[in-house]
Every structure is written in structure tokens, then in C-alpha cells.
């Protein structure tokens, strides 16, 4: 899949709906790289582009990643400059023809988007942040993941069955070699990742496969059509 769309003016012109992917670029352990947040964002709306009538549009490679600032590689801005980026963006599309802008979030802490597409409710033009958490349970269970969303918080089971199906050539072999686990996290925003975990992982990669990558993908699509 490639990771920035190709169109030109021609193939967007009468596409009301937009796709902006949230990534960030953090640590991901020793087997997947820093862009991986990233790169599940923009594969996921590729994926939901290729399904309906949607216009895909480049990601936003940096996001809020404060947590993983204690291993190297990881490059954060402020919650207030995400959300002034995203403002932004919709206010440039909104003058486009755009009615709705959905925000693929490839990052869970990028907890501010929540609140942008709240309040997006009072002004002109509709937002919508996908997958929400009921998009990713059903994924997990129409993939038959191993691990519990708990469990598999960072760079485990889920992130890298994405990338084994749909970018193998990002997954660095060790992958089977790097679990893990660190289920109490209760002070992870205040104490960051670091406290909980060696290698920045939190989950089991070992349960990983390029099937189980396939079907969450697959039923991540299918969960995007309430969003139509």
C-alpha cells in the first residue's frame, strides 16, 4: 500500500468526505521502527479508501508522545500544537467542499483529539475520530488476537500483525523475542513509559502473524461504514 496518496485535483473534487492520519514517531522497541504509529494510520486509511467514496489525505507524522521521551527517536509536540494543526487542516477543507473530516488515529496517546472532534460538534464542519474503542475490540476479536487491549498496550501483538501483513519489510526478525508485559500502568502519564517497561514494549509480538494483521484491517473497514 502507499503510504501518501497519489491523487490530483481531478480525483478529489467531488469527495465531501476526508481522511487525515494521525500518526507519531516514538519508540517501538527493537523490532518495529519509529514511524509505526504512523505507518498503521495511513495503511488503515488506504485500506478505507480503497472501500468507499472517501478522500485520503497525508499524515501528520508527529503527534503527542511525551510518554516515550526517555528512549531515543522520539519527537513530540504540544497537545495545543496538535490541535492547532488539526484546526487548521479543517478549516483549509471546510473552504474545499469537505463536510466531514474523520481523524484515523494511529496513536492512543493523542488523547486531545477526543476534544477537538467534541467540540466540532458547534462549528461547520463535522469530525469523527476512528477506529474508537469498540472499532478496536471487535478487530481484536474478528482477528482472534491472543492478548487483551491491556496487555498488548505498545509494539505488541496488534501493531506488528498490522505491519507483518501489510509493510513485512519494517518488522525486524526479533520481533518473536520481545515480549513484554506490564498490565499495571496506573501511572503512566505522570511517570512515563520507562517506569513499566525496559525495552518499550508492552505486549506479546511473539503472537504476532501477517493473517491476524489481514483480519484486523479487514474488520476495521467494515466498522468504518458507521461512520458514513
Not at 10 to 17: E, K, N, P, T
Not at 28 to 34: E, I, Q, R, S, T
Not at 93 to 109: A, Q, W
Not at 153 to 162: D, P, V, W
Request: hydrophobic share 45%; net charge negative; glycine share 8%.
Amino acid at each position: 500500500m502507499d503510504l501518501l496518496p497519489a491523487d490530483t485535483t481531478l480525483d478529489v473534487h467531488d469527495r465531501a468526505i476526508a481522511l487525515l492520519p494521525v500518526g507519531s514517531c516514538e519508540q517501538h522497541g527493537p523490532h518495529l521502527p519509529l514511524t509505526t504509529d504512523t505507518v498503521v494510520a495511513a495503511t488503515l486509511a488506504a485500506a478505507v479508501e480503497a472501500a468507499y467514496p472517501v478522500r485520503r489525505l497525508p499524515p501528520v507524522t508527529f503527534s503527542c508522545s511525551h510518554e516515550h521521551a526517555a528512549w531515543p527517536g522520539t519527537v513530540s509536540i504540544s497537545a495545543t500544537t496538535l490541535v492547532a494543526v488539526v484546526a487548521d487542516i479543517a478549516a483549509s477543507l471546510h473552504r474545499d467542499g469537505v463536510t466531514l473530516l474523520v481523524l484515523v488515529n494511529g496513536h492512543g496517546g493523542n488523547y486531545v483529539l477526543g476534544n477537538v472532534v467534541q467540540q466540532a460538534t458547534l462549528g461547520p464542519l463535522r469530525m469523527a475520530l476512528f477506529p474508537g474503542e469498540t472499532d478496536w475490540d471487535t478487530a481484536r476479536r474478528d482477528a482472534g488476537l491472543a492478548t487483551s487491549a491491556v496487555t498488548d498496550m505498545h509494539a505488541g501483538e496488534l501493531e506488528t500483525s498490522i505491519l507483518l501483513h501489510a509493510h513485512p519489510h519494517l518488522v525486524r526478525p526479533d520481533y518473536a523475542r520481545a515480549d513484554e508485559v506490564a498490565d499495571d500502568r496506573r501511572h503512566l502519564l505522570s511517570r512515563g513509559l520507562q517506569a513499566y517497561s525496559r525495552s518499550g514494549v508492552v505486549g506479546r509480538p511473539s503472537a504476532a502473524s501477517a493473517g491476524k494483521g489481514r483480519e484486523l484491517l479487514a474488520s476495521l473497514v467494515r466498522s468504518f461504514a458507521e461512520q458514513l
